[in-house]
């Protein structure tokens, strides 16, 4: 079984989650950082994860894939201490490497560290969530304002 950590408690975060559980069953989340404490309780206990409320020690046991639900400023808070510890980091804010010397540096943090950046598409209106938000049982409509 494969562990995935994860950055953000919201709404794409629970989606991210039940996907996992659903139809990625070799697949189990370990622990979840969020800034919201609330969030982040609610968040692991639903889905028998550990809930942790700073980057530091979210670091320490984090497992060996991350996975970014949080937003560009979260990416670009947490991108680098991650790549340098080695671990795969898996992208959906992917505007934030619109900044290109933020890209550059990342690309190079991972290249020396044995770090892994993973950039999903979905970034172009939507759709890939709204595919996603198809796969989810009892969703009949979806709005996007």
Partial sequence: MSLVSVIGAG??????ANVLHDFLPEFKLHSVLARNQEKAQVFASKYNCSAVFSFEDFLKNAAP???ELAGGAALKE???PILKSGRTLICLSSGAFTDDAFKQEAICTAAKNNGRICIVNGAIGGLDFLQTCALQRGASEVVIV
Avoid: H, I
């Fill in 11 to 16: 709404s794409l975060a629970n989606v991210f």
């Fill in 78 to 80: 947490y991108t680098l």
């Fill in 65 to 67: 894939v991350v996975v």
